[in-house]
């Protein structure tokens, strides 16, 4: 079985939890100095032909930290799986914090539900979660693929990825839980929708490691609660 990721607000102590599906690994946003240092010291070793595109590498991973911890992100995962063309299908999942400035988070939430329901054709629809009322968008775009320009061109590359959010928030949670999968395999999109889905509905704002909530969070064998929590190990 996996285990409950916790996750803080503004407060020390940890506000939310949920579980992590199998193939996805979580990127350190808050490494240590001693890490980046001996990350530092291997790319000075290495020889001059290797050492311009590792330096590249180190200094998108420090721009994309710098940027997921300025944008509230609590945690960022990258996931790959086999895809049906004997492939490896990546994506990206982010969890992060959305600050409702003085409102009621959960009215917040309502309304944009509410939105969802009115509103079906632009991609969103309600969620009941275990956890509480939430909405799920979705949407295809076009954005900045990662490689080089193409050939005579100084324009970063473009491609077509498919986007997943989930919004949710609990009783005494001041913030909106924003639950985001993004991948390029947009003919994967049925599939990440339903892992996106299976995570949204394994967030919880009582402690699972408390003997009183332990019985409560397991679900009843044999229902759709259970099939989705299978997929967590």
């Given at each position: 079985?996996?285990?409950?990721?916790?996750?803080?607000?503004?407060?020390?102590?940890?506000?939310?939890?949920?579980?992590?599906?199998?193939?996805?690994?979580?990127?350190?946003?808050?490494?240590?100095?001693?890490?980046?240092?001996?990350?530092?010291?291997?790319?000075?070793?290495?020889?001059?032909?290797?050492?311009?595109?590792?330096?590249?590498?180190?200094?998108?991973?420090?721009g994309v930290?710098?940027?997921l911890n300025?944008?509230?992100?609590?945690?960022?995962?990258?996931?790959?799986?086999?895809?049906?063309?004997?492939?490896?299908?990546?994506?990206?999942?982010?969890?992060?914090?959305?600050?409702?400035?003085?409102?009621?988070?959960?009215?917040?939430?309502?309304?944009?539900?509410?939105?969802?329901?009115?509103?079906?054709?632009?991609?969103?629809?309600?969620?009941?979660?275990?956890?509480?009322?939430?909405?799920?968008?979705?949407?295809?775009?076009?954005?900045?693929?990662?490689?080089?320009?193409?050939?005579?061109?100084?324009?970063?590359?473009?491609?077509?990825?498919?986007?997943g959010t989930?919004?949710?928030?609990?009783?005494?949670?001041?913030?909106?839980?924003?639950?985001?999968?993004?991948?390029?395999?947009?003919?994967?999109?049925?599939?990440?929708?339903?892992?996106?889905?299976?995570?949204?509905?394994?967030?919880?704002?009582?402690?699972?490691?408390?003997?009183?909530?332990?019985?409560?969070?397991?679900?009843?064998?044999?229902?759709?609660?259970?099939?989705?929590?299978?997929?967590?190990?």
């Amino acid at each position: 079985m996996s285990e409950f990721v916790a996750e803080t607000l503004s407060e020390q102590e940890p506000a939310f939890w949920y579980l992590i599906p199998h193939g996805y690994l979580q990127l350190d946003l808050n490494p240590p100095v001693e890490q980046v240092e001996a990350l530092i010291l291997q790319l000075l070793s290495l020889p001059d032909e290797m050492r311009d595109r590792a330096e590249e590498v180190l200094r998108f991973y420090a721009g994309v930290v710098t940027s997921l911890n300025a944008n509230r992100v609590q945690a960022c995962l990258v996931g790959s799986h086999p895809d049906d063309a004997g492939g490896i299908a990546f994506s990206v999942l982010t969890i992060s914090t959305l600050p409702t400035s003085g409102a009621n988070a959960k009215l917040v939430i309502a309304s944009l539900a509410g939105t969802a329901v009115n509103n079906p054709d632009e991609g969103m629809r309600p969620l009941e979660l275990p956890c509480g009322t939430g909405f799920l968008a979705e949407k295809k775009l076009c954005t900045t693929a990662p490689g080089r320009p193409p050939e005579g061109s100084d324009q970063p590359p473009q491609g077509l990825v498919w986007q997943g959010t989930v919004a949710v928030t609990g009783t005494g949670t001041p913030d909106i839980i924003m639950i985001q999968l993004v991948t390029a395999s947009v003919e994967l999109a049925d599939v990440y929708r339903g892992i996106l889905l299976g995570i949204a509905h394994t967030v919880t704002f009582t402690d699972p490691s408390l003997p009183q909530t332990r019985s409560s969070r397991d679900p009843e064998p044999g229902s759709a609660a259970a099939s989705i929590r299978s997929d967590f190990g």
